[in-house]
C-alpha cells in the first residue's frame, strides 16, 4: 500500500474513474466536470491517493481559496471528493488521507479548513466543529417586487465578465477570476438564469443546480434586491414549482425582504470548519479589533471547538459576556464567513 500521495499526471484519469465510479455512478457525466478548478490536472499537487500497486482505495482533494470578508481576509482550505473503496473500508485510510490534506493546507499556511458532510461525528474526532451560518428560504409562490421591468433570460450563455462583475459587489467570498466563472458556468446539469435592465446592463443573476448536487437549490447569485426578486418570479414562473434559495446570513437587506413577504426560513450551519493556523487567525481577528479602536476578548480559555463557534458562530452564547466589555464584538464578531456553492468540493 502506497500514500497519502500526490497523483502523477498519467494516473489522473485513472482518479476520475474511480471517483465517478464512486461518486457518480448514475450520471452521463465525469465528477471533474462538476468541480473544474479542483479536480484538474492543475490542482494534482493537492489531490491525494492511497494505492495498493496500480489500484486506488482512497482519495481526496484540497482546493485553497482566498476569501474576503469585510474586517479579514481568510486563506481557507476546501476539502472535498473523500471516499474510499468498500473492500479497503474499516482501516483507517479516510482518516490518513484527510490528515494528509491538512497537512499540506498548515504548509500552504490556510487559516481554516472548510468541509460539508454528515458524518459530523467522524470529522469531529479529526478537529472539525459544525459552524457558521446558513439559511435557506422557500420560494413557492410569487414576491412582491417594485422598480423598473427588466428583461429575465435562462441561458448559460452569458458573458462570463458580466457575471464576475455582479460578483466583485459582493462584501465577502472567494476569489474569482472571469476564467473561473467561464467553467462553472460549464458545469452539466446547472442552469444559470439572470435579469437584465433596459440599457443592456446585467442586474442579477442566479444560479440553480450543480452536476448531480443543489437540485432546485439557488446556491449562487448576485445582484440589486429588486432585481433579484424579479428574477425569483421570473425562475418560479419556469419552473412552475417551489424552490429554495440559499443566502448568508449577514445578506441582511435581501434576507429581510424576503421574509417581509412570508417565505419560509430555515436555519442552519455553513459547514464543519477546523482551524489550521490559530495564531495567524488570531492575530487576523486581533488587527480587526485594533482598526475598530476595541480589543479581542480573552480567548484563552476556549478549546478550539469553542473558539471555532466563537469566531464564526453560531454560539451567541459565547459572546454575550463580552458584549459590555468590547463594544465592537458584535461588530466584527461572528465573522461574516461564507462560500457559495460554486467553491464546496
Known amino acids: 500500500m ?3 500521495r500526490s497523483p502523477t499526471e498519467n494516473e489522473f484519469d485513472l482518479v476520475m474513474d ?50 474576503k470578508t469585510p474586517h479579514v481576509v481568510l486563506k ?39 468541509l460539508w458532510t454528515d458524518l459530523h461525528d467522524f470529522y469531529r474526532r479529526l478537529g472539525f466543529e459544525l459552524a457558521g ?4 428560504y422557500l420560494i413557492d409562490k410569487p414576491l412582491a417586487a417594485s422598480g423598473p421591468a427588466l428583461t429575465c433570460k435562462a441561458t448559460n450563455q452569458v ?21 473561473d466563472v ?10 444559470l438564469y439572470t435579469a437584465w435592465a433596459a440599457d443592456g446592463r446585467l442586474e442579477a443573476f442566479a444560479v440553480e443546480g450543480k452536476g448531480a448536487d443543489l437540485r432546485d437549490y439557488l446556491h449562487e447569485w448576485s445582484g440589486s434586491v429588486s432585481g433579484l426578486l424579479h428574477l425569483f418570479n421570473f425562475i418560479l414562473q419556469s419552473k412552475g414549482t417551489a424552490f429554495t434559495l440559499i443566502t448568508p446570513r449577514h445578506s441582511q437587506a435581501l434576507n429581510s425582504a424576503l421574509e417581509e413577504r412570508g417565505a419560509f426560513r430555515h ?4 459547514g464543519m470548519i477546523k482551524i489550521i493556523n490559530k495564531p495567524a487567525l488570531i492575530e487576523k481577528v486581533s488587527r480587526a479589533f485594533a482598526a475598530l479602536g476595541d480589543t479581542l476578548p480573552p480567548i484563552t480559555a476556549l478549546d478550539d471547538s469553542s473558539l471555532t463557534r466563537f469566531l464564526f458562530g453560531p454560539n451567541d452564547d459565547l459572546l454575550a459576556p463580552h458584549f459590555a466589555s468590547h463594544p465592537r464584538c458584535q461588530d466584527i464578531l461572528p465573522l461574516r464567513f461564507w462560500l457559495w456553492g460554486w467553491d464546496s468540493i
Open 2 to 4: 502506497e500514500g497519502p
Open 18 to 67: 474511480f471517483l465517478d465510479s464512486r461518486l457518480r455512478p448514475q450520471t452521463e457525466w465525469s465528477i471533474a466536470q462538476e468541480y473544474p478548478t479542483a479536480l484538474t490536472k492543475t490542482n494534482l499537487h493537492n489531490m491525494r491517493i492511497i494505492t495498493d500497486e496500480s489500484r486506488i482505495l482512497s482519495h481526496a482533494v484540497l482546493k485553497p481559496l482566498i476569501v
Open 76 to 114: 481557507v482550505g476546501a476539502i472535498g471528493s473523500v471516499v474510499t473503496d468498500e473492500s479497503a473500508r474499516g482501516q483507517g485510510l479516510s482518516t490518513k488521507i484527510l490528515a494528509s490534506c491538512l497537512e499540506e493546507a498548515q504548509k500552504q499556511e490556510c487559516d481554516i479548513a472548510v
Open 133 to 136: 451560518f446558513e439559511q435557506s
Open 159 to 179: 458573458d462570463p465578465a458580466a457575471i464576475h462583475r455582479l460578483m466583485q459587489k459582493r462584501s465577502v467570498g472567494a476569489h474569482r477570476t472571469p476564467e
Open 182 to 191: 467561464k467553467r462553472f458556468l460549464q458545469i452539466p446539469n446547472s442552469k
Open 267 to 270: 436555519e442552519g450551519y455553513l
